[in-house]
Each structure stands twice: as C-alpha cells, then as structure tokens.
T-cell receptor, first 110, second 118 residues
Framework: DSGVTQTPKHLITATGQRVTLRCSPR?????VYWYQQSLDQGLQFLIQ???????AKGNILERFSAQQFPDLHSELNLSSLELGDSALYFC?????????FGNGTRLTVT | AQKITQTQPGMFVQEKEAVTLDCTYD???????LFWYKQPSSGEMIFLIY??????QNATEGRYSLNFQKARKSANLVISASQLGDSAMYFC???????????????FGKGTLLTVNP
C-alpha cells in the first residue's frame, strides 16, 4: 500500500459529461502529480501541485483542470468528455524524490 | 525526441532464469535520476529501483539490479531468478534535474510486458 488514495476506482460516464477524480496524498507529502495512462499515449504527465500551488504543467488539455486544497488533497476535473479521454488516471505524491502512486481511477467514456 | 526508450514491447522468460529489460534515455542535464516501476495486471504502479546519475555503484534491491552505463545512456533492469509473480508491465522513468525543492516529475517510457513461463 503506497499510502496514496484515489477515488473512485472506476468511473463510467457519457461523452460531454464532467467528472471529478480525487486524490489524497501520503501523510506529510506536499506534492501531488497527476498522470494519464492510455494505450496509445502511454503514461503522460498532466500537472503537479505543491502545497496548494501549481508547480508544473504537462500535456494537460484545456478541458481538464486540477487543484490542491489546504488539506493537501487534490482533485482533477475533466469536462466535455470525449471517447479518447478513456484512460487510467494516476495520482502520485512525493516528499523526498520518490513518487508514490495511487491505484488509479479507471475512466470509461461511452 | 523520446527521452526514455524501451525497445522491447514484450519479453518472455522461463521461471528461475534471469532477464534484462532494456532502457535508454536522453538528457543533457548532468543531474538526473532513473527509476523502474512494475505494473501488474491489477493496475497499480510499484516502485522497484532507483539510480542517481552521480551514483558510482549500480543500484540493487533484492532480485532487482540496475545495469547503469552512463556513457551509453542506458539503465537496464536485471531481474534474477524470475518468478511467476514477476509477470507484469515494466516502466523505465527519468527525472531530470536534481529534483531539489519540489520538482520530482517523471517521464516514462512505453513499457515492456514481461511474461514469466513456468
């Protein structure tokens, strides 16, 4: 158990809808990273937050947004969903150089 | 250009034999870190081993070792005495920069699917 909690485990929704993925980092970790894993793109870095502030941005679509709250949990919001957004979304946290991954949220867009 | 290249989409190995999974990387930063993660069919990402660019010795963690050849920019994972439970996808990843402060973002390769046969 990595100590990183992601909810929900599975999410099935329709095109055009909006969903929110939630991540609780390991106790004491200030950084949260979001990754998207799809068959064609592999593991892609989306965005990083550190102690509530956006720190780095990767291949995140404009339809996607994230935030980190004062209690350090983070949410990834995906809107106007398309079939191609179906993927496994990982959250990871770090405190000392090693990323600890949650078990992911599998999003299926139908 | 790809920063992390894993040229073996799939590998097969007999139980109890050793196997090497290849990884080459590309960076101009003198300070970087290399990681291997395992992803079983259940989906979670499990950290296996880490090698820093300034580390003099190859990293080892139990049955896992990292064959680090800096001049060739390769960081191959060696699994000794393979077990059926080693069947999984394996990802090589790189962190560029010393990671000081808060930046530990990783770039991943496409992965190698390892199948261990009984």
């Amino acid at each position: 158990d990595s100590g990183v909690t992601q909810t929900p485990k599975h999410l099935i929704t329709a095109t055009g809808q909006r969903v929110t993925l939630r991540c609780s980092p390991r106790s004491g970790d200030l950084s949260v990273y979001w990754y998207q894993q799809s068959l064609d793109q592999g593991l892609q870095f989306l965005i990083q937050y550190y102690n509530g502030e956006e720190r780095a941005k990767g291949n995140i679509l404009e339809r996607f947004s994230a935030q980190q709250f004062p209690d350090l949990h983070s949410e990834l919001n995906l809107s106007s969903l398309e079939l191609g957004d179906s993927a496994l979304y990982f959250c990871a946290s770090s405190a000392g150089g090693l990323l600890h991954f949650g078990n992911g949220t599998r999003l299926t867009v139908t | 250009a790809q920063k992390i290249t894993q040229t073996q989409p799939g590998m097969f190995v007999q139980e109890k034999e050793a196997v090497t999974l290849d990884c080459t990387y590309d960076t101009s930063d003198p300070s970087y870190g290399l990681f291997w993660y395992k992803q079983p069919s259940s989906g979670e990402m499990i950290f296996l081993i880490y090698q820093g660019s300034y580390d003099q010795q190859n990293a080892t963690e139990g049955r896992y070792s990292l064959n680090f050849q800096k001049a060739r920019k390769s960081a191959n994972l060696v699994i000794s005495a393979s077990q059926l439970g080693d069947s999984a996808m394996y990802f090589c990843a790189m962190r560029e920069g010393g990671g000081g402060g808060s930046n530990y973002k990783l770039t991943f390769g496409k992965g190698t699917l390892l199948t261990v046969n009984p």
